[in-house]
């Protein structure tokens, strides 16, 4: 049983999102980096405890990323893990990326990949599907919950307003959201033997990537809050009815 | 040349994600002098030919009852001999989670570029650049998309349904459908209320309304403006309200005309999910509440005083008894 997660470096939910050369690239000086939260409570802890029970599952963790994201990698392998995979190349197109992991896929023979939902940063919840598809497997969105008996998976994933509970036989691609699992705070004995996992770094495949950049905007700032008083509530009904003309 | 829409449809109906996704293909249509058609596949009750009133002339459909319950594996095959046999160019679908789970399937299969989420029509005045919401609707990026075919998935509620007049011609599309590799077991769904990422409106109680018992007064408010109910994480977290009601970072990102937080402090986390609403209501005891910065009219005081009047307020507005 091998288990490929994919991890991706985001800015910390907190950082302050500005941008630079001529609005070409994001702001990244004083950023604090973080794992991807989707990749790393839910996809990466989720494959963690498949491997705590089952001793004989091999978990490998990749990123598609420059030698900056070491760091992170370092971080997520000492969460769990048993080896890492950076392939070297910096790239925002989800294709791209997506080809980029589907190719180390294919080579290692992985019965089951998981992604996060999405990235914090470009939002695309793309890469999944698109691994799924360079493969040919089986893509199951939004997890919730995860269990293997055998080679069959149940998954229950988030549909509009409700849930549904899948399965499937492996191999599969998997998405990873809230309640898959929770997240954990890496410990010293993680933290010091991370240190030594094997960290590979190999050169991306040839693919060109079919989406670009070409700029950043931030949204126009809000005008202020209008404040009603409390002792007048009717007041925000007549200002959403005449005014917003929302109600 | 023509643009394709995907139309998402569920228990029989379109849903109205898909209206806005058929005005805004045929926006793109019109603006590139070409046609705007659209694929269906599965059944649905209501009268296909009317959705030409959205701008499409031709609405290809797989009426097979087995497609009613998406694959997107199989559903990706279907469009994708679709597009190879109508000549589309430009491929829209709603970034719901249909959309999320076919278009990138349909990207990798025919190496066509996709802008996910994306916010407004694309500007074709150089190449072809769509603007989409980034860093969790903290910013926006301009993408541009260089192969010949082109995807886009327009977020919920940000392209306006526009409505004419007009027939659509719906033909029959026949096709070879594979089994499904994925067997759902199971489905549960809430019935009958508004659903969230498609709500106008959303009225939503976090952790200032003290316990599950006091969500009378925001089911009954949201019910009055005919909105979805939401919560933040720490109330779904404590189980007084459903995860599929979590809106935030960690939760279900929502775009509403409205967002009424009540008791909400507006953690920056919770922000990233309702940024993006076009107008903000803040109901919160603390003057200091972050979510003041972020709001558009605020109300600085006790909810459990301040929402009873707001009932009687919209009550009296809407001639209820």
């Not at chain 1, 049983?1 to 001529?22: E, G, H, Q, R, Y």
């Not at chain 1, 893509?139 to 849930?163: N, P």
């Not at chain 2, 109901?283 to 707001?310: C, L, M, R, S």
Request: hydrophobic share 45%; charged share 20%.
């Amino acid at each position: 049983m091998k288990i490929l997660v994919c991890i991706s470096k985001t800015p910390d939910t907190t950082a302050k999102i500005a941008f630079t050369d001529n609005n070409k690239k994001f702001a990244a000086d004083g950023v604090q980096w973080i794992i991807n939260p989707y990749d790393e409570w839910y996809a990466l802890v989720r494959a963690i405890e498949l491997k705590e029970k089952d001793a004989s599952v091999v978990l490998h963790l990749i990123t598609v990323a420059g030698a900056d994201s070491d760091p992170i990698i370092r971080k997520a392998l000492a969460l769990g893990g048993d080896e890492a995979i950076r392939v070297n190349a910096d790239s925002h197109d989800s294709f791209y990326i997506a080809a980029q992991i589907a190719a180390v896929a294919k080579q290692g023979g992985y019965d089951l990949v998981f992604t996060g939902k999405e990235t914090i940063d470009y939002n695309g919840s793309s890469v999944g599907g698109m691994v799924a598809e360079l493969l040919d497997l089986p893509y199951i969105s939004l997890a919730t919950k995860f269990e293997l008996s055998g080679t069959t998976a149940t998954v229950t994933r988030e549909t509009e307003g409700g849930e549904e509970t899948d399965e499937a036989m492996l191999p599969i691609v998997v998405s990873c959201q809230k309640g898959m699992a929770e997240q954990r705070i890496p410990n010293m004995k993680g933290i010091m033997s991370a240190r030594t996992k094997p960290l590979k770094v190999v050169e991306p495949a040839a693919v060109d990537p079919l989406t670009t950049i070409v700029s950043f905007e931030l949204p126009p700032a809000k005008a202020g809050v209008k404040l009603v008083s409390a002792d007048d509530p009717a007041e925000l009904i007549r200002l959403l009815h005449e005014e917003a003309k929302l109600i | 040349m023509s643009v394709l829409v995907f139309i998402d449809h569920s228990d029989g109906h379109v849903k109205k994600a898909s209206l806005e996704a058929l005005s805004y293909g045929a926006a793109i249509a019109a603006k590139s002098g070409t046609k705007a058609e659209a694929i269906l596949l599965g059944t649905v009750t209501e009268d296909l030919s009317a959705l030409g009133k959205y701008g499409v002339k031709k609405i290809y459909q797989v009426k097979n009852e087995s497609l009613n319950k998406l694959d997107a594996q199989v559903y990706t095959k279907i469009i994708a001999e679709a597009i190879s046999s109508t000549g589309a160019k430009i491929i829209v679908f709603s970034h719901n989670l249909s959309g999320k789970a076919i278009a990138p399937r349909l990207s990798a299969k025919l190496k066509a570029g996709l802008v996910a989420g994306a916010v407004a029509l694309p500007d074709t005045g150089n190449g072809f650049v769509v603007k989409k919401n980034v860093f969790s609707g903290k910013a926006f990026a301009n993408i541009s998309i260089s192969s010949d075919i082109k995807i886009i998935s327009i977020n919920p509620n940000s392209y306006s349904i526009v409505t004419g007049e007009g027939s659509a011609e719906v033909a029959d599309l026949p096709v070879n459908i594979e089994p499904y590799k994925v067997k759902t077991v199971s489905a549960s769904k809430a019935s009958g209320e508004v659903l969230l990422t498609e709500a106008e409106i959303v009225v939503s109680g976090g952790r200032g309304l003290k316990g599950p018992e006091n969500w009378g007064m925001v089911e009954e408010l949201a019910k009055l403006l005919h909105a979805a109910t939401a919560c933040s994480r720490p109330v779904a977290d404590a189980h007084w309200r459903p995860h599929n009601e979590h809106v935030g970072q960690t939760g279900i990102a929502i775009a509403p005309n409205l967002y009424i937080a009540i008791g909400i402090s507006g953690a920056i986390q919770h922000l990233a999910g309702v940024n993006r609403s076009k107008v903000i209501v803040v109901i919160n005891k603390d003057p200091e509440a972050p979510f003041f910065k972020a709001a558009d009219y605020g109300i600085v005081g006790d909810a459990f005083e301040v929402v009873p009047k707001i009932i009687e307020a919209v009550k009296k507005l809407k001639g209820v008894a």
